[in-house]
Structure formats: structure tokens, C-alpha cells
């Protein structure tokens, strides 16, 4: 049974950094992606940053970009959001979620193309 795990969330104030982190079991992710979307209260999910396993290649939404990164850790199959400069609008709850094969950049950013989800970790911003 594949899961993915998220934690690392939190209250902290504007200006400061947060790291989170998403644990895979069950399966190694080397075909395919893993991203980090996140979803405001009141709003729809949007994508934040995504990493192509086996390519090593990301993408970022435009909100957050020189903000976050995302990496990974091969040997522990997970994968890190660095969140700096953290502002009050990036509250909300992070969700992890990673594909099992190949997606387009398109399916990577939608959502669409990830199997398998996290149930998220709550990141609050205060100003």
C-alpha cells in the first residue's frame, strides 16, 4: 500500500522559513513525479512546485518562485518543500502527491496525472 506522508507544518511569522517533508512508503518513485500543492481555506487546490524523479527537473508556480524548492532524498524516497520568505497568503494546508509514471508538465501542475496523495499538513502564516 503506497502512502505518502507529509509533516513539518506550522504557525510561524511572515519573513520566516519552513521546511516540510513528504515520506513515500510502498513504493520507489523513479518513473514519474512528486509535487507539493497546497489549499487555502475557502479556495481550490493550487500547484506549487513539482519535481521530475528520474530528470531531476522542476517546476515552480510563479507565486512562489525564488521562495520554495523543492529537492529530494533518494536513499529515504522523500521529497522536501524549503519554504523562505514566507508570507501570509501562503497559509494553507500543503498536500504531497506523487505519480507512478511519466506526466507532462501540464498534468504535473493540474493535479490530474498524480496516483497517490497525502492528507496534508497545515501551514500558517501570521503577519
Known amino acids: 500500500q503506497v502512502q505518502l506522508v507529509e509533516s513539518g507544518g506550522g504557525l510561524v511569522q511572515a519573513g520566516d522559513s519552513l521546511r516540510l517533508s513528504c515520506a513515500a512508503s510502498g513504493h520507489r518513485f523513479r518513473d514519474g513525479a512528486m509535487g507539493w500543492f497546497r489549499q487555502a481555506p475557502g479556495k481550490t487546490r493550487d500547484f506549487v512546485v513539482g519535481l521530475v524523479w528520474r530528470a531531476g527537473t522542476t517546476v515552480s508556480a510563479d507565486s512562489v518562485k525564488g521562495r520554495f524548492t523543492i529537492s529530494r532524498d533518494n536513499a529515504e524516497n522523500t521529497v522536501y518543500l524549503q519554504m523562505n520568505s514566507l508570507k501570509p497568503e501562503d497559509t494553507a494546508v500543503y498536500y504531497c502527491?506523487?505519480?507512478?509514471?511519466?506526466?507532462?508538465?501540464?498534468?504535473?501542475?493540474?493535479?490530474?496525472?498524480?496516483?497517490?496523495w497525502g492528507k496534508g499538513t497545515l501551514v500558517t502564516v501570521s503577519s
Open positions: 502527491a506523487a505519480s507512478n509514471g511519466w506526466v507532462s508538465s501540464d498534468s504535473l501542475r493540474s493535479g490530474n496525472g498524480m496516483d497517490y
